[in-house]
């Protein structure tokens, strides 16, 4: 039998970030057997938007020269503004993209990927405001629940979560293993 790699993601965290998307896509992830890495932007443990507290895996510095398959952005607010100022997580979208890799994010946080230039030409999604606020985009809002145009996939927010986390499994693995997380979390027909 042939070896399959297991993908590798990484989702960082950033104070403030939505912590129902935040935990929904690290869980689906994991049940679909991927590895995932969570990495907070510095050593203290997130205070999501909503007050729950969250340890991520490691800090974005002990990662930041891994190649992942994918990096996944949760929105909230301010954690997607802290994401947006932090010049390591531009860099590491970049280099993620330039490997023929994955990016994505849900919520606030698609205006990080447009700040990177990654929605250039591109069609996406997000919470609603998000990106028709940003001066000089070239980029078309679609408003769908989960939007992929090529290596980008984007989202509408913590109402999304689940169908953008199942989206992601199919990008990394196949319908097949969404289908098979699908089936055992008894969403409603």
């Known amino acids: 039998m042939a070896h399959v790699l297991v993908p590798h993601v990484l989702i960082p965290l950033a104070q403030g970030c939505e912590e129902l998307e935040a935990v929904t896509i690290i869980d689906l992830l994991r049940r ?3 590895r995932v890495t969570t990495a907070s932007l510095d050593d203290a443990p997130i205070t999501a938007s909503r007050g ?3 340890i991520a895996d490691t800090t974005l510095d002990q990662v930041i020269e891994e190649k992942f398959d994918m990096v996944v952005l949760p929105g909230g607010l301010p954690g997607a ?3 947006n100022a932090d010049l390591r997580i531009h860099e590491i979208l970049l280099k993620t993209v330039a490997n023929n890799n994955y990016v994505a994010a849900i919520c606030a946080a698609p205006k990080v990927l447009a700040s990177a ?3 250039d030409n591109k069609k996406a999604t997000a919470y609603p405001g998000v990106l028709e606020s940003l001066e000089n985009s070239n980029f078309e809002i679609t408003g769908v629940a989960v939007q992929q145009d090529g290596q980008v996939l984007t989202s509408r927010g913590p ?3 689940m169908e953008f986390a199942l ?3 199919t990008c990394l693995l ?3 293993k969404r289908q098979q997380v699908e089936a055992a979390l008894q969403r409603a027909a």
Do not use: P, R
């Open 32 to 34: 679909a057997e991927v």
């Open 167 to 169: 989206e992601l499994i």
């Open 81 to 83: 503004d802290h994401l």
């Open 52 to 54: 729950t507290k969250l």
């Open 174 to 176: 196949g319908n097949e």
């Open 117 to 119: 230039g990654l929605l």
């Open 159 to 161: 109402g999304t979560a």
